[in-house]
């Protein structure tokens, strides 16, 4: 069976929640990935998604260079682990309607895969 830990993206690029819109756009250009784990004072606290930036940013006419990412952000990251089946990871995120999971191995997170991943 093949595994999504074949198809995640490693290592996981994160910024802090208090970096704003602007900087997280720039360092998901560079690092060409669609999303960032956002890092608080204690671990990771949310996910910032190329959709948040549309949807939360831009349609709301917010100003990205003062945004920070902690207003935008999904504070829930929903995550699967690096075992499952393609499949699995396609279904949750078809159920919870998002493009990005974390994946685990042993309730730590080992990287994210991506709707683009996976299909």
Do not use: W
């Not at 756009?25 to 190329?50: C, F, N, P, T």
């Not at 999971?101 to 990287?111: C, H, P, Q, S």
Request: net charge negative; hydrophobic share 40%.
């Amino acid at each position: 069976m093949n595994t999504i830990a074949s198809q995640m993206t490693t290592p996981v690029i994160s910024i802090y929640s208090e970096a704003t819109a602007q900087e997280a756009a720039q360092l998901m250009k560079e690092k060409e990935i669609g999303s960032l784990l956002v890092k608080g004072y204690q671990g990771y606290v949310g996910i910032l998604s190329e959709r948040d930036l549309v949807y939360k940013l831009v349609s709301e006419g917010l100003d990205p260079c003062t945004t920070p990412i902690s207003s935008i952000m999904e504070e829930s990251i929903l995550s699967i682990d690096l075992n499952a089946s393609h499949f699995e990871a396609g279904f949750l995120m078809q159920e919870y309607k998002i493009n990005h999971l974390a994946v685990t191995e042993n309730d730590e997170i080992k990287g994210i895969v991506s709707i683009k991943d996976i299909f």
